[in-house]
């Protein structure tokens, strides 16, 4: 925990030069963030069923879904869900990652570090540049979940998510199934630990389901104003949207 303590104050500086150098990505460029064109063919069945699911990285995010309100994205479907693969966020402890800039290259960081010192480590962020896989990462090494992997884990849970989908109206999205499948990675593959970046806010962000006794730390990388509509209109409700992955009893970085 002292580790895990130095290294999330260690990554803020990182995080936020990183994040200035991602800012000054062309809109052309960032569209090749929800490119499928080069996922390779032993992924095909997995990208036609996801693609077949809400986008909200394509389409855009609803007035309010980020915040804890009426209006909010419902966490019960990923409770469900998760009760429907076996609770696999109980086999691990995690870190999770929310803040305006910079999440995702904390989340690298601070991976890197966990695995410099000899853990088996999960990582979880979003989006992606060229491949799909690149969410996932799982080992010692770093290396993006193999094509493989990421099939046979698929087929292994299909009959689970089409009971979801059959139970859920068809309202679970391309960004929760893909959530439910990394967290039933890291279980599978028996993660010392795996460090998550939530997609957009945090109280209502579909990885906003670790329990305070999975929890190692919360880390809020930096506030800003940014999906604005989305996470309630103003600087103040934005702050409170990603407070939301605080547990009482937790360590805060």
């Known amino acids: 925990m002292k580790m895990l303590k130095c290294a999330s104050l260690n990554t803020q500086s990182y995080a936020v030069t990183t994040g200035r150098l991602l800012k000054k990505l062309s809109a052309a460029s960032r569209s090749c963030f929800f490119s499928t064109h080069s996922e390779e063919p032993e992924l095909k069945d997995l990208m036609e069923y996801i693609d077949s699911l809400k986008n909200y990285e394509k389409s855009g995010v609803p007035k309010g879904a980020g915040?804890?309100?009426?209006?909010?994205?419902?966490?019960?479907?990923?409770?469900?869900?998760?009760?429907?693969?076996?609770?696999?966020?109980?086999?691990?402890?995690?870190?999770?990652?929310?803040?305006?800039?910079?999440?995702?290259?904390?989340?690298?960081?601070?991976?890197?570090?966990?695995?410099?010192?000899?853990y088996s480590v999960g990582c979880y962020t979003s989006p992606h540049m060229m491949t799909i896989r690149e969410r996932i990462?799982?080992?010692?090494?770093?290396?993006?979940?193999?094509?493989?992997?990421?099939?046979?884990?698929?087929?292994?849970?299909?009959?689970?998510?089409?009971?979801?989908?059959?139970?859920?109206?068809?309202?679970?999205?391309h960004f929760e199934v893909l959530t439910a499948m990394a967290f039933t990675l890291f279980a599978q593959e028996n993660v010392d630990i795996a460090v998550i970046e939530a997609g957009l806010g945090g109280a209502r962000d579909a990885t906003n389901i670790i329990s305070g006794s999975s929890l190692a730390v919360s880390i809020i990388t930096t506030i800003?104003?940014?999906?604005?509509?989305?996470?309630?209109?103003?600087l103040e409700s934005i702050a409170v949207a990603k407070s939301g992955i605080i547990k009482h009893g937790r360590p805060v970085g």
């Open 67 to 118: 915040t804890d309100s009426e209006d909010g994205f419902d966490l019960g479907r990923m409770n469900r869900l998760m009760d429907r693969l076996g609770n696999p966020l109980s086999a691990f402890k995690a870190v999770h990652i929310a803040g305006t800039k910079g999440k995702g290259s904390t989340a690298a960081f601070l991976s890197n570090i966990l695995r410099a010192e000899g």
């Open 137 to 173: 990462s799982v080992g010692r090494l770093g290396d993006p979940v193999s094509a493989k992997s990421l099939n046979c884990l698929f087929h292994r849970i299909k009959h689970v998510l089409d009971k979801a989908m059959q139970i859920e109206n068809r309202s679970l999205s």
């Open 224 to 234: 800003g104003e940014e999906h604005m509509a989305a996470l309630g209109g103003s």
